[in-house]
């Protein structure tokens, strides 16, 4: 029932952009702390950004001033607009809430090439 789908994913050059899409069903993202996650192969996973119900944002000090998350509570969706990438932000990015963490799902591909 609580399901959390990304996509937005994709193969773009070093300093384009992209757009992530985090589509909840079965939670309100309007009432619940919604973050950003990513994971390189080899890697553990690492926090990117959250945004909480009051709207506070965080971000990682690796995108802070190039990445911005953003919610549409009307689409139940979290966004994360990506911009100036770079070939080091290459992972896979997934979404889920922050108080209490719900099965990972798929997550969405993102390869920046140089």
């Known amino acids: 029932q609580v399901q959390l789908v990304e996509s937005g994913g994709g193969l773009v050059q070093a300093g384009g952009s992209l757009r992530l899409s985090c589509a909840a069903s079965?939670?309100?993202?309007?009432?619940?702390?919604m973050g950003w996650y990513r994971q390189a192969p080899g890697k553990q996973r690492e926090f990117v950004a959250t945004?909480?119900?009051?709207?506070?944002?965080n971000y990682a000090d690796s995108v802070k001033g190039r990445f911005s998350i953003s919610r549409d509570n009307g689409k139940n969706t979290v966004y994360l607009q990506m911009n100036s990438l770079k070939p080091e932000d290459t992972a896979v990015y997934y979404c889920n809430r922050v108080t209490r963490s719900i099965a990972w799902g798929q997550g969405t591909q993102v390869t920046v090439s140089s």
């Open positions: 945004i909480s119900s009051d709207g506070t944002i």
């Open positions: 079965g939670i309100a993202v309007s009432v619940n702390a």
